[in-house]
């Protein structure tokens, strides 16, 4: 398992708990060594040295024994040789309590040998006593000190030999504890000296081998890490940051990189910036500029409308007037056919009047010749009304046009009026004549009657031609209408740059809190200065055209 692909908590968690395992396998393997030593001495002191003191005790007490018994030889005095023999007896109680107690703590064959040996040459010593003491009551002083001098003091001394064999024996069982005991202390010293050295070497390589990987991840000190990623939050992006040659994985490699494509982004950005600012700049003008033009255009599209609007009703009027000249020519006509029986007296005056029909009839192809230049001029104004996005400027001239057209047409159809009534003065002359000019009046009439059809055709003309004039002047008011849309989109328009340009100022004033180095500033460029936009104008209201009616004659 590589460690240093553990993350750090892992890795010190992992650090900690071999320290803590070896910690714990130090004290539990001390607490074993200490218990080993702990029953050591425990048999020391409480088994071998009580059964060391009970041997020494139950000896003492055999030397007393022995001593009374030989006092109680050596003694005359009867009271005296009886408080002997209540010591002697004392002696004895203190020997049985004491070999039970020691009896019961022998464990070992040796130790139960020796005790029957130390029993079987105390029964042996007890009945010398016992025969010497009876020797003394029965006053045989020298048979009891012969038995004092060769049967006690031998086994007295053989007795004595056991409970020193038993001592050695016991002493060397404490040696041998004690031994045992200083073994383990040197095991456990040993043992322990060994997993302290172990546990220094593992936690200096565990502490090496971290603090190696966490460094060669960190790049260098987590305080210098630190201190640059405050100031690189904090704007500086044109921070130094010192790189071990050949790191390319470590957090200060990522905090330069970091640092790096941050000071790229954001000098990108306030290029992005600028140019948002400068573009939206030239649009709020070019929206404002587009705005003042479309407003001047609809003014003048709404002026163009009322012009088309009094033209329609000039047209109108020319229509009307030339229904009442149909209806004059028509009683004309059977006013002159009512005349046709006195016509033939009339003929010179005829004559006359035929010069003046045809007069009228060359007036009147005039007539119909202006009257087809108006239809076509008519249809020219509607094609330039559909252009008005060139301001109208070519309907000004057909619209000149149209009127120098009507002009004319009014002055012939007064010429048209004067000859007429000049014709009827003469017919009036010539009613005498009407007789001899018969066959001219038929002539007459039927001209009239010609010209009733070609003023009939003109009042249809004029009709069509007010129609059509009506729906040009429709269509530029529906463009009137759009234009003023426009006009209001544009404004909108001109508006949401502005704030765009606002907004991108802001933007490019945040950005201009970081820092960056010199091959970043080279990447950005100053704001360029906002343009000074137009004040937009209101469209101006449709207005009425002075001139007009009044240029106009009766038809």
């Known amino acids: 398992m590589n460690i240093n692909k553990l993350g750090v908590g892992k890795r010190l968690a992992l650090a900690f708990s071999i320290m803590l395992v070896i910690m714990v396998g130090m004290a539990v393997g001390s607490l074993a060594r200490m218990a080993t030593i702990q029953g050591k001495l425990d048999r020391i002191v409480s088994h071998d040295n009580v059964k060391l003191g009970m041997i020494m005790e139950i000896r003492q007490s055999v030397m007393n024994a022995i001593m009374n018994g030989r006092n109680i030889a050596l003694m005359h005095d009867p009271a005296e040789i009886e408080a002997e023999n209540k010591r002697l007896a004392a002696n004895r109680a203190v020997y049985a309590d004491t070999f039970k107690r020691l009896e019961a703590l022998a464990t070992t064959p040796e130790e139960k040998a020796a005790l029957d040996k130390i029993t079987a040459s105390r029964a042996a010593a007890v009945d010398v006593v016992t025969k010497m003491t009876t020797l003394v009551k029965a006053g045989e002083r020298e048979a009891s000190n012969r038995v004092l001098l060769l049967e006690l003091q031998p086994l007295q001394a053989k007795t004595i030999e056991a409970m020193d064999a038993m001592v050695k024996h016991e002493e060397g069982l404490v040696a041998e504890a004690a031994r045992e005991a200083g073994a383990a202390h040197e095991a456990a010293r040993v043992q322990t000296a060994l997993i302290t050295l172990g546990a220094l070497a593992i936690g200096a390589l565990l502490a090496w081998t971290i603090t190696r990987g966490l460094l060669r991840q960190l790049g260098g000190e987590p305080l210098y890490a630190a201190t640059i990623a405050e100031q690189i939050a904090q704007g500086a992006l ?318």
């Open 238 to 555: 044109n921070v130094p940051i010192a790189v071990r040659e050949g790191d390319t994985g470590s957090l200060l490699f990522a905090l330069r990189t970091m640092r790096d494509n941050l000071a790229s982004l954001v000098g990108q950005v306030r290029v992005a910036t600028d140019s948002i600012a400068q573009a939206s700049a030239e649009v709020a003008g070019g929206s404002a500029d587009l705005s003042s033009r479309t407003e001047s255009q609809a003014g003048t599209l709404e002026e163009t409308a009322s012009s088309m609007e009094e033209l329609t009703a000039t047209v109108k009027h020319n229509a009307d007037n030339a229904a009442q000249a149909d209806t004059l020519a028509r009683a004309a006509s059977k006013v002159a056919e009512r005349g046709g029986s006195v016509v033939l007296d009339v003929v010179g005056t005829m004559g006359a009047i035929n010069h003046s029909s045809k007069k009228i009839v060359d007036i009147i192809g005039v007539i119909d010749g202006i009257a087809f230049q108006t239809n076509i001029l008519a249809l020219n104004a509607a094609v330039e009304a559909a252009r008005a996005g060139e301001q109208g400027r070519g309907f000004a001239v057909v619209a000149s046009e149209v009127r120098n057209l009507a002009q004319r047409s009014a002055a012939a159809a007064k010429e048209i009026k004067g000859l007429i009534a000049d014709s009827v003065d003469k017919v009036d002359a010539g009613s005498k004549l009407v007789d001899e000019a018969g066959s001219t009046m038929h002539e007459i009439v039927d001209s009239i009657r010609q010209v009733a059809t070609l003023v009939k055709g003109i009042t249809v003309a004029s009709g069509e031609q007010s129609r059509g004039i009506e729906q040009i002047n429709v269509a530029l008011i529906e463009m009137d209408g759009v234009t003023q849309q426009n006009a209001a989109l544009v404004e909108e328009a001109a508006a949401a740059a502005q704030a765009m340009q606002q907004q991108a100022g802001a933007l490019a004033q945040l950005v201009s809190v970081f820092q960056l180095g010199n091959e970043t500033k080279a990447l950005g460029r100053a704001v360029s200065p906002q343009r000074q936009l137009p004040a937009v104008k209101a469209a101006p209201a449709r207005k009425a055209v002075a001139a007009g009616a009044d240029s106009w004659e009766e038809f």
